[in-house]
């Protein structure tokens, strides 16, 4: 039984650090579509003109490099649990299985 509450608690926390992950990337996207004209028009200012737009790309990395951190260290915790909650849930099935032969044998 203490399994199976292990198991709901380590899915509630996968799924928070999910939630997270993409809540980052969402926010990644939009700073990067409202800055994108302030950049480029910094970029204009000081060298007259936009030769490409990785220029801007840069630039916007550079601004969302703490998001883009967190949004790494977020889905680096999701994927590290989603491998202990298929342990778990191995073990889980496992067990099961030994006690429905169980049951059989006697």
């Known amino acids: ?8 608690y380590l899915s509630d ?3 928070e650090m999910w939630r997270l992950a993409e809540f980052y990337s969402i926010e990644i ?3 990067k579509a409202s800055k994108w004209w302030e950049v480029a028009e910094k970029i204009k200012a000081e060298q007259w003109k ?8 840069n630039e916007l990395i550079i ?3 703490e998001l883009s951190e967190k949004k790494i260290l977020y889905e680096t915790i999701y994927y ?3 491998v ?4 778990v849930d191995d073990v889980l099935t ?3 299985q030994r006690i429905s032969l169980l049951k059989r044998e006697m």
Request: aromatic share 18%.
């Open 80 to 82: 590290q649990f989603k």
């Open 84 to 87: 202990k909650l298929s342990a």
């Open 94 to 96: 496992a067990l099961t």
């Open 13 to 15: 926390f996968v799924a």
């Open 1 to 8: 039984m203490q399994l199976a509450w292990y198991k709901y």
């Open 29 to 31: 996207k939009q700073n």
């Open 63 to 65: 601004f969302n490099k």
């Open 50 to 57: 936009v030769s490409n737009k990785e220029q801007i790309e």
